[in-house]
Every structure is written in C-alpha cells, then in structure tokens.
C-alpha cells in the first residue's frame, strides 16, 4: 500500500459517489426544468438562499430537506415491517452498486503504477452491471407486497413482469455489443470505440451496433420504470404504485433510487455506445500527444465563452429594483465566472510556461476524460427525460406485445447477423 | 480473515436453507432461500471465481427467484391453506431415513482429489477468459449437450402450457 494506490482509490471512489449521489439533485432539477420548458411554464424556479438561486437548482435541497424532516408514518395494516423497510434500501442500494463499475477515464499511469478509473476495478464490468440492475426489481416486489395493499400489489406485479420480459431483451442486446468487442471489460469496449471507421467516422457502438443501441436504449428505460414504461406506478390508475404507502425518507430512497439506476443505465449507454469517456477525433493517445495545444485551445475559448455566458446571465437576470434579491444572484455569478477564468488561465498559463511533465498530462487528460464523460452522461440523461415528458403511457398488453413480440427476436437476429459478420468479415 | 468469512457465509447459507423449508409463510421462504443464493455467491467469490459470482448472482437472485416472487405474488396463496399437520414429525422421519445418504456424501466428499489443497489454482482462474477457454476447448460436447437439454426443457414447458389451454 503506497500513498498513491491510496489517494486514487479514493479519488476514484469519491468521483463515482459524485456521479451517482450527486447526480441525483440535478437530475431532480433538469426533469422539472425541462418538464417546464416542454409544458410551456418556468418550473420551479424561486428557491433560493441569499437570493441565490442557480436557475432553480436550490429547490432540489429544499426537498431533501422536506423528506428528511418528514413525519416517517406508516400505516397499521403493514405487518411485514422488516420487508417493508427493507424494500427502498434494496432499490437505492441496488441501482448505487450498478454505477461503480462505470469507466469515467481511461486507465491512468502515475509513475510505474496503472490505475483503472471505476469506483470498484473489476474486468467483469457488464456483468456487474446486470446483476445489481436486476436486483432492483426485489425492492418494487417486496415494496408492493409488504406495503398490504390493492394498488400496491398490482403495482409490484407490472413492475415484476415488466422487468422480467424486458431483461431478456436487453442481455441479448448486450450479447451482440459483447460480440463485437470481444470483450466484457468496460474499458476495452471504451477503448474500441475510439478508433475510426472508414477513416472519419468514429467506431462508436451507435455506429457499430444501430440495432442493438436502440433495443438497449428501449429496454433501459423499461429497466428504469421510466414512462413510456412506467405502469409500476400510473397515477392514473393505481395511485403511486408501489411506493403508495411510502412516506419521508422511505420514499425519498425509492425517489432518489430511481433517478440513481437511471443515470447508471445512461452511463452504460454512454460506455457501450457513445464512445463513454472518449472525444469524437480524439482518443487517449492524441489528447496526451497534442496537449500543450488543448492547454493553448482551453486559454483561448475560455474567457470568450464566459463572456457570451455572463452577458446571457446579465440579460435574463437583471431587475428593476436595485435593492431586489435577484440582482445580487447575477453579481455573484459574474464574480464566480471571473474568479474561474482567472485560476484556470493562471494554471494553465504556468504549465504552458513552465511545461508539464508526463504524470502531469496523464492526471489532465483523465481529468478531460471524466468532463467527456460528464457532459455525455448528462446529454443521455436529458434524453431520457425528454422522452417521459413527450410520450404516453404504454398499455400493458401493447408493453408485453413490444417486449416479446419485437424486442426479443429483433434483438436474436441482431446476435445471428452480427455473429455472422464477425466471424465472416 | 478468509476462515471466517467462510464461516459466517456458510452459517447465512444453512440459515437460509433451514428457513426457506420451515418457514410457513412462502413470501418468507422464498426470501429465505434468497439469502442462500446470495452466501453461496459470496463462497465463489471467495474461491476467486469472479465470474460463477456473477452468474449466481445475475441467474439466481436476479431472474429465478424474482420470477418465483411474482408468481407467488401472482397467485395470492392464503397462508391457512398450507398449513400441514405433523409437518415436523414428518420431517423428522425423512431426515432420518435420508442419514445414509448423507454418509454416502460426506464419504464421496472426504474421497475427493486434492481435499485441502487447492494451492495449485491460479489466482484468476475463475476469470472469464480461463474459464471460457476450458468450457469450449476442453468440454465443448457436454456444453453443447447441456444446451440442448436447456432447449428441450423451454420447448416441453411451452407443449404442456399449451395442451392445458385446450382442454
């Protein structure tokens, strides 16, 4: 055990809370903003401490605080309580373990020593990911069951056979990406992605796998209990489903539990077909190769996109009072936005001027990578909620009918077809 | 530390299974058997075959015994309909007559080769690529059978839902 052994491991593990648990309050803010932004009303937008509002995103903490200081009532019919209580623990802790196998860098090389950037370094990553996805299911089942309740029974029931006809599809799905990449190691398959197709296109799975993208992509959203799959909880017709009986932080673990597992099935999709931490035109390899460029790049963009940003800030958030609230927000911002091109360019400019040594470039372009990485993972994310505020519900046969009767042997011919070409081309 | 771990995943594993066939509830007993399948995971991550862990996991907990959950769910038993009389004489009865055969196992487990030793395993032997390799070189035809077994199994079990359809 040597000081920097440690230090990674627990940067590593601390990126990956980052990404799950951090994640999870922005992505409260981005579903509620966009589901504003697409039903043509602001949102939530007034929260603030000190006048501070950052577009609203002061409203999720205001609600983690609602539900940790909510009164934690359960019903007198619930007899079941270890299971009862058992049941949130289960899905958040289910869709937290999904996430740590996620590559958000590729490997890093400090010294002599190499480092795997996943918060648990495992060459089973895939499967990792299967078995703690699927194990979410036994939170909504046990959830459903315990909580003694019509609605919520038939709740857990459609979750339960949602997902058992839908994971089907979506690990043959996976069979046909793992035959392309010959490998179930979440880094080499990021890895593959980085080469170029035909010269110009990046190998991106998209790209590679079109078929097999779109059954996962379907498939995760049912895995998720995200609409247009989520008949687990149709408020419509079965009041909140399995969490009906749910109060405070019991259904703050379910709530947050669920944003979790799905920023990790987005992160498996960035990994299996977005290229995961890799730069379209730029693998690892050319980032460390060109960086005194990128540094070159970063100084010059920086200030000009900042200034746009600031003027943009100014422009929407400036109030008639003087003394309002709000005009101080924009100081701050402003502040802020100064305060980090002036670090950023002093760094940069330093290493530019001093030169920066080969363990220096690796921890940079890993950190480069983990931006990438970011910046896709929200992207997907943003996709998944485009999609649950655009579409309808899908009737239960018509779901059964679009699992069994269209995923499934679509997703069989797809390993047929690309088994072919593989072991033909 | 690897003694113990031992221990304490095997202790969870007996729990389980005494609990899954006494227990009268069969939400509870389905669960119990959980715990089983989850400390047997645990005891071939323990022997280093990450990828058998996997497959526990992934197979039995994720699929098997969730598709057991919903059934039972499904099918809504009350539990008064299963009560049995005498159900521990009878389980008495039965453990005694199965005694021999748990000496015969426990002898064919003394028997076996390298009891004990187990120095010679690499380290990543219960890798994927390891355990690929053996699986398709060296026992390619048993596989193969096995799937087709599998394959019966699915065909058989569609037949018979089907023929009480009819009736």
């Known amino acids: 055990m040597n000081t920097i052994l440690v230090i990674v491991i627990v940067v590593n593990i601390i990126i990956a809370l980052l990404f799950s648990l951090g994640a999870a309050p922005i992505l409260v803010w981005v579903e509620r903003r966009v589901a504003g932004f697409i039903q043509d009303r602001l949102g939530p937008n007034r929260c603030n401490i000190a006048g501070i509002r950052l577009g609203g995103l002061i409203q999720s903490f205001a609600d983690m605080l609602k539900l940790v200081f909510k009164e934690d009532f359960r019903a007198g019919a619930i007899k079941e309580k270890f299971v009862f209580m058992l049941a949130p623990v289960i899905v958040f802790a289910s869709a937290f373990l999904s996430y740590m196998v996620m590559p958000f860098a590729d490997n890093l090389t400090i010294g ?162 977005f290229g995961g931490y890799n730069l379209p035109w730029l693998g690892t390899q050319s980032l460390k190769d060109n960086f ?124 047929f077809i690309t088994a072919l070409v593989v072991v033909g081309v | 530390m690897i003694d113990t771990i031992f221990l304490i995943l095997s202790l969870f594993a007996l729990a389980g299974a005494i609990g899954m066939i006494t227990l009268s509830n069969t939400m509870h007993s389905a669960l119990s058997f959980l715990v089983t399948v989850f400390a047997i995971a645990g005891l071939y991550a323990l022997l280093n075959a990450s990828f058998l862990f996997m497959v526990q996991i992934i197979i039995y907990a994720g699929a098997i015994i969730a598709l057991l959950l919903f059934i039972v769910m499904f099918l809504n038993i009350k539990e008064d309909k299963l009560k049995e009389p005498n159900r521990y004489n009878i389980m008495l009865v039965v453990a005694i007559i199965l005694a021999p055969v748990d000496y015969l196992l426990f002898q064919a487990f003394l028997k076996m080769p390298h009891i004990g030793d187990f120095s010679t395993t690499l380290d990543n032997f219960g890798d994927v690529k390891m355990l690929g390799n053996e699986l398709f070189k060296g026992w390619l035809v048993p596989f193969e059978a096995i799937s087709v077994l599998l394959l019966v199994a699915l065909i058989g079990s569609i037949v018979l839902a089907r023929k009480k359809e009819r009736e």
């Open chain 1, 292 to 415: 005194t460029l990128i540094m070159e790049v970063i100084i010059v963009l920086l200030p000009i996109l900042s200034f746009f940003f600031g003027r943009w800030i100014l422009k929407n958030n400036i109030w008639p009072k003087a003394d309002d609230i709000r005009n101080r927000e924009s100081r701050w911002l402003i502040r802020a936005l100064v305060m980090i091109n002036v670090v950023v360019i002093v760094v940069l400019g330093y290493f530019l001027y001093s030169g920066i040594g080969s363990n220096g470039v690796n921890i940079a372009v890993a950190l480069i990578q983990i931006a990438t990485f970011a910046i896709k993972l929200l992207l997907m994310n943003f996709v998944f909620v485009w999609v649950r505020w655009t579409l309808p519900r899908f009737r239960y046969d018509q779901l059964q009918y679009l699992g069994w009767r269209i995923l499934l042997p679509l997703s069989i011919a797809n390993i």
């Open chain 1, 112 to 273: 002599k020593q190499t480092f795997v950037m996943q918060g648990l370094p495992t060459n089973l990553g895939i499967l990792w990911f299967l078995a703690f996805a699927g194990l979410s299911i036994y939170g909504i089942i046990l959830g459903g069951w315990a909580s003694n309740n019509k609605y919520s029974l038939l709740g857990s029931i459609r979750a339960g056979a949602q997902v058992i006809s839908y994971e089907a599809s979506m690990t043959l799905a996976i069979i046909s990406v793992l035959i392309t990449y010959g490998s179930v190691n979440l880094v080499d398959m990021v890895n593959f992605q980085s080469k170029l197709l035909f010269g110009f296109l990046p190998a991106w799975g998209v790209v590679m796998q079109p078929l097999a993208a779109i059954i996962f992509i379907v498939t995760a959203f049912a895995e998720a209990n995200r609409t247009p799959f989520d008949i687990a909880e149709g408020e419509s017709e079965i009041v909140g489903g399995y969490h009906t009986e749910y109060s405070a932080m019991k259904f703050g673990l379910f709530f947050v539990g669920e944003y979790v597992a799905m920023s990790a099935s987005s992160a498996l999709i960035v990994t299996l077909f």
